[in-house]
């Protein structure tokens, strides 16, 4: 549950919604958001679909993944309103991959933990952290495409990183990410603003609120609590259970958990 302790000013007020629409009618072309979720697992999938409605434009899409071919943000991939992925995973979408491939798509690819710590990083005013993971590979070296040109050549390459030793070890300097607005998802909410994650929607969710100017959330129940920080709660009871498609051999076994 989110208090006050997590709060800048817990007397900005809490706006609610039942049309996703209506909650991110305001996000303009070239923002920056924070989309929550893990996989497939916990994503607003509702929100993502008012972006589909909207229309907007030239969007910096901060997410563990990109989505499938026909669900999350796979979605706003199919329509061009997508400008660069931030990511660590990008997997299981071929129209991804057909941008990016001819140059249509800006993706900065990021460690997962790395990604994480950026995020949580920027929730708590962090400009920037050492971290030992991604040295000695093109995270550190730079040079990694972010954009390919037409003719495959590379138009946007990531950047070298700095590096300091400490105690015998090297690291590496990652800067921290904000948002203009964070879409998130939970089971709970309150008309304070407070909210309540469970099961694989405690992933990416939590410090993307933090990380954000503007916050909106779908969620499925309203309760009674003391007051927090979110801007926008849109109250729908319309989810999908979705898990990523797998391939197995017979000797294999695995058991998922949807959300």
Not at 79 to 89: C, G, N
Not at 184 to 190: E, G, N, T
């Amino acid at each position: 549950i989110f208090g006050c302790y997590f709060s800048t000013s817990c007397h900005r007020s809490t706006k609610f919604y039942t049309d996703p629409v209506e909650a991110v009618k305001d996000i303009p072309n070239g923002a920056t958001i924070l989309v929550g979720g893990f996989g497939l697992c916990g994503i607003p999938e509702n929100l993502i679909g008012g972006l589909l409605k909207t229309g907007v434009k030239g969007l910096t899409a901060v997410s563990n993944n990109a989505g499938v071919d026909n669900f999350g943000l796979g979605l706003l991939l199919q329509t061009k309103q997508i400008k660069r992925m931030v990511s660590s995973y990008v997997g299981e979408n071929a129209e991804f991959e057909r941008q990016y491939l001819s140059g249509e798509l800006e993706v900065e690819l990021t460690p997962q933990g790395t990604l994480a710590e950026r995020i949580r990083a920027g929730g708590a005013g962090i400009p920037a952290f050492y971290t030992s993971t991604g040295y000695g590979t093109l995270v550190q070296e730079g040079g990694a495409p972010i954009k390919y040109n037409k003719d495959g050549t590379i138009a946007i390459a990531s950047q070298p990183r700095e590096v300091r030793e400490f105690d015998g070890r090297h690291f590496i300097l990652e800067k921290s990410i904000t948002g203009d607005f964070a879409l998130v998802k939970a089971w709970k909410a309150d008309r304070a603003g407070n909210i309540i994650f469970r099961k694989t929607a405690r992933n990416f969710n939590q410090p993307m609120c933090k990380a954000a100017k503007t916050t909106v959330v779908e969620e499925r129940q309203l309760l009674v609590m003391d007051p927090s920080f979110l801007d926008r709660i849109v109250t729908t009871q319309s989810h999908r259970k979705k898990t990523w498609r797998m391939s197995l051999r017979k000797t294999d076994f695995v058991s998922l958990e949807t959300c």
